[in-house]
């Protein structure tokens, strides 16, 4: 079959639909892009049949690539001359191979989840579809917010600030845009649903271009980076928790939080409840005790004041504690002296054994040595 290749063919978006062995598979036109990173939707019946393009063959470059759901470029792809596919509703117009396709840049074409944004103190998403291998925006119906990384775990999918200085945020903040602003940048696939993970069925053409509109930064820093920021600001330290180091100097640095400039109020109001919720969760609020019990005067006072208050009843605890500990000591003394003395009898009977050995063995001597004797005097009487 003679194939020619088409030269002013547009770059495509499209997505993975199943191998038919490991050379060959097909894949679903999504859309076209055009000039400036715009893209537009794809009409399947420019792609017959079936509004596909077949892949002749390197079909396992594309599926080792790409995860379901996700967008990847081809950026060639060429006709049958001979028109088959008119004759034969099984064969496609088009076809390309694995090669042709290449992924997309990372804040390319990001989907947009349709839910209100994730307190930042559980970060997790209504929606359990699955996402495609990218960073992801949320729409509460009133401002986009993201780019946002997403892990998946035991309780759901959970969302972090996607960190790159490519996009000109402060670390740890998303872009917050009204949707009308954004509207001309996000491109809904209503005819292909069937293909995509539902939710979403809506994409950001480009994270770059929300500079170029009116836009804030979404704070939306986790509790382990908001720890490690802290550390670094207060303590100049890079340690990412709390130990028993630092625990005290944590809670003197929480103290003069109001004394700082240049914080967030939702920052320093979030820090003054974490610490002393990591404190509670941990064994530091113990160590921060026993510390200020031992060591500080007010601490040397509440001791001293709790004695005062409670003597009978510490001195009877005491006693108590005392008489339990001298008869659990007295019970293993007398398990010690039971043992001793069976030690020293079972001493006392090898000892009466051995010496009656010994005693055998010197009557056994002194016979063998008579029986020696008797045996000379008669040799000499025979002389």
């Not at 944590?250 to 967030?264: F, H, P, Q, R, S």
């Not at 005062?308 to 001298?326: G, P, S, T, W, Y």
């Amino acid at each position: 079959m003679e194939k020619t290749k088409i030269n002013d063919s547009k770059p495509i978006l499209a997505l993975k639909d199943r191998p038919i062995s490991s050379d060959g598979g097909f894949v679903i036109p999504i859309a076209y892009e055009l000039e400036s990173n715009n893209y537009t939707i794809a009409d399947r019946y420019d792609f017959p049949n079936n509004g596909r393009i077949w892949v002749s063959s390197e079909y396992e470059t594309i599926d080792r690539r790409f995860s379901d759901y996700e967008f990847f470029r081809v950026n060639r792809y060429s006709a049958d001359d001979n028109e088959a596919y008119i004759e034969n509703d099984y064969l496609e117009k088009y076809w390309m191979r694995g090669s042709d396709a290449e992924a997309l840049k990372r804040f390319e074409m990001c989907p947009i989840i349709k839910e209100d944004l994730p307190d930042v103190e559980r970060p997790y998403l209504n929606s359990i579809a699955p996402l495609p291998n990218r960073s992801v925006f949320v729409n509460d119906n009133t401002y986009l917010f993201g780019p946002f990384e997403w892990t998946k775990d035991d309780e759901g999918i959970r969302l972090s600030a996607a960190q790159s200085p490519l996009l000109g945020l402060k670390p740890d903040h998303v872009f917050k845009v009204k949707i009308p602003e954004v509207s001309q940048f996000i491109i809904k696939f209503d005819n292909f649903k069937n293909h995509f993970s539902l939710p979403p069925a809506e994409y950001l053409f480009n994270t770059n271009f929300l500079k170029a509109v009116e836009y804030n930064q979404q704070d939306y820093i986790s509790d382990d980076r908001l720890v490690t920021w802290g550390n670094k600001n207060f303590l100049k330290s890079s340690i990412a928790k709390l130990n028993r180091k630092t625990a005290t100097e944590w809670l003197e640095a929480v103290k003069n939080l109001k004394n700082l400039t240049g914080m967030d109020t939702n920052r320093r109001d979030r820090i003054v409840k974490l610490i002393p919720k990591m404190l509670e969760e941990s064994t530091q609020q113990a160590s921060f005790i026993n510390n200020f019990l031992t060591n500080e005067s007010e601490g040397q006072k509440i001791v001293d004041q709790y004695l005062v208050d409670n003597k009978d009843k510490f001195f009877k605890d005491q006693l108590k504690h005392i008489e339990e500990r001298a008869e659990k000591e007295a019970v293993k003394l007398r398990r010690d002296m039971y043992f001793l003395r069976a030690k020293r009898d079972q001493l006392y009977r090898e000892m009466e054994e051995l010496n009656k050995k010994k005693k055998e063995e010197q009557t056994r001597y002194e016979q063998e040595r008579k029986q020696e004797l008797r045996s000379i005097e008669e040799r000499i009487g025979k002389l």
